[in-house]
């Protein structure tokens, strides 16, 4: 009888710890909310959990942190802004797209016109707006049955942003017409007008005269919530800060000696907390994925990474990046497998109860396995294909990660870079003459991928 008993509390403990297992393994069964944060413009090293620079105040973001995952080794799928979102919103790398630089302001041909100026080659093609045949992960969620919002920068829809009045060149480029419910701010902008109102933003209300535009995103985010609780939601949350033109509301620069930079990402964790506490208020935080992301390197200095905004090199492509589920995903974890922005799109979608095996475009990895602290991610290259000039470091190039190494080849001058960034994040150090071998073997990867993908390639400037 006693053998009986003990069996009977072994299978009982054992039932128990499934049950309690199952219960914290983030999965699609309860189709959670999802907030995806995308900063504009925000470096490694500009989030105070990371310790880099002295001053920055995020304690909401840092919060995160504390009872999520933070991401070691998250990348940009481009060192700009538009095609790094256009990756998140498809799934697909910005050479797969024909989308690999920011879409300028000036009008396509000014812009070519004036960094081919000189040059030995021309940039390669690239389009000036998503492609209406791109599927968004606002049209996949919405299959699921989500509510999607868009709140925030878009820089998806078409030339000529900065020269209109409202930052609409064609409505039919907008978030609305590719799977969102809801787009606020969201426009051909890449930058805002002005940060205070009036915006001179056709796709948002201006405000009373002076209302800082972070404060009136983060507001228009805890109202899409509040409308939607109900509901299960998708929000994309992209904030226009920190690009410039730097600027900050009096009080806040007061806070910070006048540092422009270091008040504007204050701001923007003010109106993070702001949107937790909502969900928390709400009772959706249990029941809410959120994730915090940059679309690429920051631009005034990435110390200990190497480049800014424009470059291939660590500064210019890692970035910050928090995933947070209360209750779901083990507090403060830390993830030091490489992933890029591409993975989100399938990260979502399996999120959401969709399978990513149904969107055979994909080049993404779902998350899913990392954010269960499991061993089952696949070993992969890592590739960036950008044959684009920019005014400062290297660019016009082409990069690929695959483990420690790291491996850069420059269109223009023909140069070869290799890097062991274990060793050397701060990639100060070219192994170039040290393993040919190894870097002759990353250059064939790199080629095939972009044979596979058809990238498209800088010509001679003749």
Not at 10 to 16: G, N, Q, S, V, Y
Not at 29 to 51: A, F, H
Request: charge should be negative; charged fraction near 25%.
């Amino acid at each position: 009888m006693k053998n009986i008993w003990i069996s009977l509390i072994a299978i009982i403990l054992i039932a128990i710890s499934f049950a309690f297992i199952e219960e914290s393994t983030v999965t699609s069964e309860s189709k959670p909310n999802i907030v995806l944060i995308m900063v504009d413009d925000l470096g490694y090293s500009d989030v105070g959990y990371m310790k880099h620079k002295e001053g920055i105040q995020t304690p909401n973001i840092d919060k995160l942190v504390e009872s999520g995952m933070m991401f070691t080794d998250a990348y940009a799928a481009a060192p700009v802004c538009s095609p790094t979102r256009a990756s998140i919103l498809t799934g697909k790398s910005p050479a797969a797209l024909k989308l690999t630089c920011h879409i300028p302001g000036m009008g396509m041909e000014k812009y070519l016109t004036n960094l081919n100026k000189g040059k030995k080659l021309k940039e390669g093609y690239f389009v000036d707006h998503l492609p209406h045949e791109e599927l968004t992960n606002g049209e996949a969620l919405k299959n699921q049955g989500y509510t999607t919002g868009y709140i925030g920068k878009w820089h998806l829809g078409g030339e000529g942003s900065i020269y209109t009045e409202d930052g609409i060149v064609n409505k039919g480029y907008l978030p609305n017409a590719h799977g969102f419910d809801v787009n606020i701010a969201g426009c051909a902008y890449g930058q805002p007008a002005s940060y205070f109102s009036p915006y001179k933003n056709g796709t948002i209300k201006d405000g009373p005269d002076g209302e800082y535009l972070t404060d009136r995103l983060g507001d228009e985010a805890v109202a899409f919530v509040e409308n939607n609780k109900d509901k299960t939601f998708f929000l994309n949350f992209a904030t226009y800060t920190v690009h410039t033109p730097l600027a900050a509301p009096k009080e806040t620069l007061e806070k910070f000696g006048g540092n422009k930079y270091f008040a504007m990402i204050n701001k923007l964790d003010q109106n993070i907390g702001k949107l937790m506490d909502k969900l928390k208020e709400l009772s959706l935080l249990e029941n809410t994925v959120v994730i915090f992301y940059s679309d690429n390197g920051g631009l005034w200095g990435n110390a200990p990474l190497k480049g800014k905004k424009g470059t291939l090199h660590e500064g210019g492509i890692r970035v910050p990046m928090i995933v947070n589920w209360a209750g779901k995903i083990k507090a403060a974890s830390i993830c030091e497998t490489p992933v890029t922005s591409v993975d989100l799109f399938p990260t979502l979608l399996q999120l959401a109860g969709g399978s990513p095996e149904d969107y055979g475009q994909l080049e993404g990895k779902s998350l899913l396995p990392l954010l269960n602290d499991q061993n089952e991610f696949p070993e992969r290259s890592l590739y960036w294909h950008f044959p684009h000039h920019r005014k400062e470091g290297l660019s016009m190039g082409a990069a690929i990660r695959k483990g420690d190494w790291k491996y850069i080849y420059e269109f223009e001058t023909e140069e070869e870079f290799i890097y062991n960034l274990k060793e050397d994040l701060g990639e100060q150090i070219n192994l170039l003459k040290k393993y040919p071998a190894k870097a002759k073997e990353l250059a064939a990867d790199l080629k095939q991928w972009q044979s596979v993908v058809d990238a498209e390639m800088p010509e001679l400037n003749n």
